[in-house]
């Protein structure tokens, strides 16, 4: 009977673990959700936000996407970078090359895609 329970706890972390992990599971919904909430809360326009999050969340690992929280403004700092430098130092502020270009190609191929559908209706 106790050997019976233990493989029962077993297959249910099992399960668990897969729900969780795998393909479209509970953490990618839930990074996804989260991403798409913090492009919208740093003036991304929905559609842009719509188009950003689900790739960035499939290029980049939790720990490169909690870098890029180091772009959002410091001290002092507007909301939206006033100039090329200051946006430049934002994004020396990630210190994380593969996060930074994951994010400028997605950005630059959802603003084409954004844009494309805006004049094409």
């Known amino acids: 009977m106790r050997v019976l329970m233990i ?4 297959g249910l972390i099992g399960f668990g673990a897969w729900f ?3 393909d479209d599971g509970l953490l990618e919904e839930v990074t996804e959700e989260r991403v798409e909430g913090a492009l919208l809360a740093k003036g991304l326009p929905v559609p842009m936000a719509e188009c950003m999050a689900p790739k960035l969340t499939d290029k980049l ?3 490169q996407l909690l870098k890029l929280e180091k772009l959002g ?5 507007e909301t939206v970078p006033g100039s ?3 946006a430049i130092d934002r994004l020396r502020r990630v210190d994380d090359s593969e996060a930074v270009q994951a ?5 630059t191929g959802c603003g084409v895609s954004t844009l494309k559908d805006s004049i094409l209706g």
Not at 7 to 10: N, T
Not at 103 to 107: I, P, S, Y
């Open 73 to 77: 403004p410091q001290d002092g700092e």
């Open 20 to 22: 969780v992990l795998r």
């Open 103 to 107: 994010l400028v190609t997605t950005a």
């Open 84 to 86: 090329v430098g200051e």
């Open 7 to 10: 493989l029962f706890a077993i």
């Open 61 to 63: 690992s939790i720990s």
